[in-house]
């Protein structure tokens, strides 16, 4: 009769993991509880099994920012913005039937970016950790998960600071890049302010050869434009966050790759475990479902963006001639994203970026020459009147039939008044 303990994990990722630890028990190595007290005492401070650790996320991205340098913002920077943001507002009422929303202004520093962007990159990030602990646990058998007990509580724990960890490094690193609270293409600040991060803005205009205050006035526009937009439509922000959701549901994870790299671990050296976690361990499979709902989140972003240019296009022509080169400039940095918006990509798995930003600015100015500005924004009434990703590849098209579309009757598509508390995007 073999002296090896019986594996309650046979046939899944964490057998190679239980005969590692057992082997190492047998032949004169720690025990599973030295075992576990070590890596407990990773874990001392990793929060408390949520997802993320999102205190710890904070403090790392603010020691990113403050290693790369961030000074506070003056009375100077802040009325700098104020008046950007005024003179937006005024220049974006010919272009857009949207109401004004900017109700306050704000010059942020980077630090501030970070503290006032976290509750909506948690709502971002948090299904998609969620359903990655949640394939991981999966993996296991009920009697496997019971046996697992202090080890796949241990294991969720050291995730979630690994993860946060991970977070936090991406956001420091986009905090160094992003010039407004909507620059990232998500409604990251709070409703009705309208923000721009001056040293990030001071950044952005090296090299273009452009007047300070031309390139300010431009972000502001975009900025202001993207408040009216995500203001004057209430169903969209829940509509853009919606698709992050739907990707996180299709999460798979491949069980193999854990089992292997399992297999590699070294039981007596606990920080192996760490460096597999951070490594990539648990990252997730493209499914089906997932490149589905990537296709959605990226058409709308796409849809967002476009509109904004178009916006921006129609209330700078006969004002600003440098327009032209900073829309140039801004599409250009969308397109490619920059070196901590691909880091934070890899990192949670999310491409945050309107892959087909010109296709949709087209489309916008297509409708708005067949339609006008009030036809343009009227697609904005309900979702299932706007474009779909296979409009964008025939934005005439859209523009020749969008008429009948916008004298559809919307309330053919509300709910009855008892569902409306089931429908994220039912128009409050």
Same mark, same amino acid.
């Given at each position: 009769?073999?002296?090896?303990?019986?594996?309650?994990?046979?046939?899944?990722?964490?057998?190679?993991?239980?005969?590692?630890?057992?082997?190492?028990?047998?032949?004169?190595?720690?025990?599973?509880?030295?075992?576990?007290?070590?890596?407990?005492?990773?874990?001392?401070?990793?929060?408390?099994?949520?997802?993320?650790?999102?205190?710890?996320?904070?403090?790392?991205?603010?020691?990113?920012?403050?290693?790369?340098?961030?000074? @506070?913002?003056?009375?100077?920077?802040?009325?700098?913005?104020?008046?950007?943001?005024?003179?937006?507002?005024?220049?974006?009422?010919?272009?857009?039937?949207?109401?004004?929303? @900017?109700?306050?202004?704000?010059?942020?520093?980077?630090?501030?970016?970070?503290?006032?962007?976290?509750?909506?990159?948690?709502?971002?990030?948090?299904?998609?950790?969620?359903?990655?602990?949640?394939?991981?646990?999966?993996?296991l058998p009920a009697e496997a998960q019971q046996l697992a007990g202090p080890m796949a509580g241990m294991l969720r724990q050291l995730g979630g600071s690994i993860f946060g960890a991970q977070v936090g490094q991406g956001l420091g690193e986009l905090a160094g890049e992003v010039v407004s609270s909507?620059?990232?293409?998500?409604?990251?600040?709070?409703?009705?302010?309208?923000?721009?991060?001056?040293?990030?803005?001071?950044?952005?205009?090296?090299?273009?050869?452009?007047?300070?205050? %031309?390139?300010?006035?431009?972000?502001?526009?975009?900025?202001?434009?993207?408040?009216?937009?995500?203001?004057?439509?209430?169903?969209?922000?829940?509509?853009?966050?919606?698709?992050?959701?739907?990707?996180?549901?299709?999460?798979?994870?491949?069980?193999?790759?854990?089992?292997?790299?399992?297999?590699?671990?070294?039981?007596?050296?606990?920080?192996?475990?760490?460096?597999?976690?951070?490594?990539?361990?648990?990252?997730?499979?493209? @499914?089906?479902?997932?490149?589905?709902?990537?296709?959605?989140?990226?058409?709308?972003?796409?849809?967002?963006?476009?509109?904004?240019?178009?916006?921006?296009?129609?209330?700078?022509?006969?004002?600003?001639? @440098?327009?032209?080169?900073?829309?140039?400039?801004?599409?250009?940095?969308?397109?490619?994203?920059g070196p901590a918006e691909q880091t934070f990509a890899t990192l949670v798995g999310l491409q945050l970026r309107p892959r087909r930003l010109r296709d949709a600015a087209n489309l916008w100015a297509a409708v708005r020459d067949a339609r006008g500005v009030d036809g343009r924004d009227e697609l904005w009434s309900h979702p299932d009147l706007l474009p779909s990703a296979a409009d964008l590849d025939d934005p005439i098209g859209f523009a020749q039939h969008a008429g009948e579309l916008a004298d559809?009757?919307?309330?053919?598509?509300?709910?009855?008044?008892?569902?409306?508390?089931?429908?994220? %995007?039912?128009?409050?």
């Open positions: 009769m073999s002296d090896e303990p019986d594996n309650p994990f046979k046939g899944t990722p964490f057998e190679a993991m239980f005969q590692q630890f057992s082997g190492a028990a047998g032949a004169g190595g720690p025990d599973l509880n030295a075992i576990f007290a070590q890596v407990q005492q990773l874990l001392s401070g990793s929060g408390d099994g949520k997802p993320v650790n999102w205190e710890l996320a904070k403090d790392i991205a603010r020691k990113t920012v403050s290693a790369g340098g961030d000074r @506070s913002i003056t009375p100077t920077d802040s009325d700098r913005v104020a008046d950007a943001v005024r003179l937006a507002e005024h220049w974006l009422n010919d272009a857009t039937t949207l109401p004004d929303a @900017s109700s306050t202004s704000a010059a942020w520093s980077r630090a501030e970016w970070v503290e006032n962007t976290l509750p909506v990159w948690q709502t971002v990030v948090d299904p998609v950790a969620e359903h990655v602990a949640g394939a991981m646990g999966n993996a909507s620059d990232i293409g998500l409604p990251l600040g709070p409703t009705g302010q309208a923000v721009l991060l001056p040293d990030n803005v001071a950044k952005f205009a090296e090299g273009l050869g452009l007047d300070d205050e %031309d390139v300010r006035l431009y972000l502001a526009l975009r900025e202001v434009a993207h408040q009216r937009l995500y203001a004057g439509v209430p169903w969209l922000r829940q509509h853009v966050l919606a698709a992050i959701a739907d990707y996180a549901a299709g999460i798979e994870v491949d069980t193999g790759k854990i089992e292997r790299a399992m297999a590699d671990i070294d039981p007596q050296n606990p920080e192996a475990m760490q460096e597999a976690l951070a490594g990539g361990l648990f990252e997730p499979e493209d @499914s089906e479902q997932q490149k589905a709902a990537l296709v959605r989140l990226e058409t709308n972003l796409a849809l967002v963006e476009g509109w904004v240019d178009d916006v921006v296009r129609q209330a700078t022509k006969d004002r600003m001639p @440098s327009a032209v080169q900073l829309a140039e400039t801004v599409r250009r940095r969308r397109a490619a994203g559809i009757d919307i309330t053919d598509f509300l709910p009855d008044e008892g569902d409306q508390g089931n429908n994220p %995007d039912a128009p409050k």
